[in-house]
């Protein structure tokens, strides 16, 4: 798969700009070369604002020197990668003193998340609208996120078990693979070779590693960061094992928790919470862990689509666990897109029962989720899916098992099962 980011339409645009209109600062955050900056000058083209690339030496000279100076231009003023001179929010922070909270004033850029930042986390706070850039969706890379459609999670919430549709899935096994493999960072997409994409992932693995962590803390024992993204991304899909990779490699569980939190800082991992521990004694509260991107995790894993593809057991398993942080990522991804999600968790029981993906909106309402990587949704992928209906309620509006078979169809009552890929085919499916 290839393609050029420059082409492809970012689904956030048109949110980010209606937000510019409510918010006076708007903060960018994502992994780095996820396309923020291509964001930015396409803001910039569309509300005439001027960017302050701090990427840029001879740019960063001068707002290291003078911060005033660049932040008092005619708004909007689009600050890229604010954290290489990050007393510019303090004069954000004055600017604002100054002309009140008039929306639209300034858009920043971050490849870490901004509360990981100590010299600036209270510059801003309450005047300051957060918002992500992930990978691209596979919906936006098939251009299904602009015709008028959300996506299927902002359809389930409206229409519930309604979004099943007769027609099947043509998307195969191999083409899942492929997809996972090859994730959704714009600069590996159009690589025209494996290796080539390889190569780009290592080095964006070691820039990360090397620049964007070292910037938010001096590491204790920094040679063992890469062991222990390596041993945390063998977790991907499942629950956060901490003592596992201290044991493994010889660390404090401490200094690992640690590491976890710098890695999803800097947008790597993805801690996912234990949601409903108030619903029954028997919840646990153990997150789950989740690889940013599955691309990256699959090189991380040295999974090529070669060994995907095979039937090992071992292979089974990998793919099982890539197959769920896939599908997590593409709803996360959407949500980014919308207004009104009050949380996103995972369920899970000390009897074993698991729901992978649990989306709460403001209002209550619930949308569940199963992934399995298998050709069909068998009866056990609803059991948990099930009970946690029954524990719910009303307020539980379905449950999807999603599988890579090729037909969607009613299980029971608020019950579905759907193709992956109806995760951006869904606008077709409904027609």
Same mark, same amino acid.
């Given at each position: 798969?290839?393609? !050029?980011?420059?082409?492809?339409?970012?689904?956030? @645009?048109?949110?980010?700009?209606?937000?510019?209109?409510? !918010?006076?600062?708007?903060?960018?955050?994502?992994?780095?070369?996820?396309?923020?900056?291509?964001?930015?000058?396409?803001?910039?083209?569309?509300?005439?604002?001027?960017?302050?690339?701090?990427?840029?030496?001879?740019?960063?000279?001068? +707002?290291?020197?003078?911060?005033?100076?660049?932040?008092?231009? $005619?708004?909007?003023?689009?600050?890229?990668?604010?954290?290489?001179?990050?007393?510019?929010?303090?004069?954000?922070?004055?600017?604002?003193?100054?002309?009140?909270?008039?929306?639209?004033?300034?858009?920043?850029?971050?490849?870490?998340?901004?509360?990981?930042?100590?010299?600036?986390?209270?510059?801003?706070?309450?005047?300051?609208?957060?918002?992500?850039?992930?990978?691209?969706?596979?919906?936006?890379?098939?251009?299904?996120?602009?015709?008028?459609?959300?996506?299927?999670?902002?359809?389930?919430?409206?229409?519930?078990?309604?979004?099943?549709?007769?027609?099947?899935?043509?998307?195969?096994?191999?083409?899942?693979?492929?997809?996972?493999? +090859?994730?959704?960072?714009?600069?590996?997409?159009?690589?025209?070779?494996?290796?080539? $994409?390889? $190569?780009?992932?290592?080095?964006?693995?070691? %820039?990360?590693?090397?620049?964007?962590?070292?910037?938010?803390? =001096?590491?204790?024992?920094?040679? +063992?960061?890469?062991?222990?993204?390596?041993?945390?991304?063998?977790?991907?899909?499942?629950?956060?094992?901490?003592?596992?990779?201290?044991?493994?490699?010889?660390?404090?569980?401490? @200094?690992?928790?640690?590491?976890?939190?710098?890695?999803?800082?800097?947008?790597?991992?993805?801690?996912?919470? +234990?949601?409903?521990?108030?619903?029954?004694?028997?919840?646990?509260?153990?997150?789950?862990?989740?690889?940013?991107?599955?691309?990256?995790?699959?090189?991380?894993?040295?999974?090529?689509? !070669?060994?995907?593809?095979?039937?090992?057991?071992?292979?089974?398993?990998?793919?099982?666990?890539?197959?769920?942080?896939?599908?997590?990522?593409?709803?996360?991804?959407?949500?980014?897109?919308?207004?009104?999600?009050?949380?996103?968790?995972?369920?899970?029981?000390?009897?074993?029962?698991?729901?992978?993906?649990?989306?709460?909106?403001?209002?209550?309402?619930?949308?569940?989720? =199963?992934?399995?990587?298998?050709? &069909?949704?068998?009866?056990?992928?609803?059991?948990?899916?099930?009970?946690?209906?029954?524990?719910?309620?009303?307020?539980?509006?379905?449950?999807? %098992?999603? &599988?890579?078979?090729?037909?969607?169809?009613?299980?029971?009552?608020?019950?579905?099962?759907?193709?992956?890929?109806?995760?951006?085919?869904? %606008?077709? %499916?409904?027609?």
């Amino acid at each position: 798969m290839s393609t !050029e980011n420059s082409l492809v339409q970012r689904r956030i @645009l048109d949110v980010i700009l209606t937000r510019m209109g409510e !918010e006076p600062v708007i903060l960018l955050e994502g992994p780095r070369t996820v396309g923020k900056s291509t964001l930015m000058r396409q803001i910039a083209d569309q509300t005439g604002g001027t960017i302050v690339d701090l990427d840029d030496l001879p740019t960063r000279s001068v +707002a290291l020197a003078d911060p005033t100076l660049v932040v008092d231009q $005619r708004p909007p003023v689009l600050i890229d990668e604010y954290k290489h001179a990050p007393d510019v929010l303090s004069a954000v922070k004055a600017r604002l003193n100054r002309t009140g909270s008039v929306p639209g004033q300034f858009v920043l850029t971050g490849s870490s998340t901004y509360d990981t930042l100590p010299r600036t986390a209270e510059a801003l706070t309450g005047r300051m609208h957060r918002m992500q850039v992930l990978p691209l969706a596979q919906s936006e890379l098939r251009r299904t996120s602009d015709r008028g459609r959300v996506g299927l999670l902002a359809d389930l919430f409206a229409v519930g078990a309604d979004v099943v549709s007769a027609t099947p899935s043509t998307t195969t096994r191999q083409q899942y693979v492929e997809l996972m493999v +090859a994730g959704g960072f714009p600069d590996a997409l159009v690589r025209s070779s494996a290796a080539s $994409r390889g $190569r780009w992932f290592d080095d964006y693995i070691h %820039a990360t590693l090397a620049k964007d962590v070292a910037d938010l803390k =001096k590491l204790r024992q920094a040679q +063992a960061l890469p062991a222990v993204l390596q041993s945390l991304a063998g977790q991907t899909g499942q629950v956060l094992n901490v003592s596992r990779v201290a044991q493994e490699l010889r660390l404090t569980s401490e @200094l690992v928790v640690n590491y976890t939190h710098l890695l999803e800082a800097v947008y790597l991992l993805r801690v996912l919470p +234990a949601w409903g521990k108030t619903l029954s004694i028997r919840s646990s509260g153990r997150p789950k862990l989740h690889v940013v991107d599955t691309g990256v995790a699959a090189r991380l894993l040295r999974l090529s689509v !070669e060994k995907l593809a095979s039937a090992d057991p071992t292979s089974l398993t990998e793919f099982g666990h890539l197959a769920e942080t896939f599908v997590v990522g593409e709803i996360l991804k959407e949500i980014a897109w919308m207004d009104g999600i009050a949380g996103v968790g995972h369920w899970r029981t000390y009897d074993d029962d698991e729901v992978d993906l649990v989306i709460e909106r403001d209002d209550g309402a619930i949308v569940a989720m =199963k992934i399995k990587a298998s050709t &069909h949704a068998a009866k056990g992928a609803f059991t948990a899916l099930a009970k946690l209906r029954d524990k719910v309620g009303p307020a539980f509006r379905v449950g999807v %098992a999603f &599988h890579l078979g090729t037909r969607a169809h009613h299980y029971s009552d608020r019950l579905i099962a759907l193709p992956v890929d109806r995760l951006w085919t869904s %606008a077709e %499916a409904a027609h």
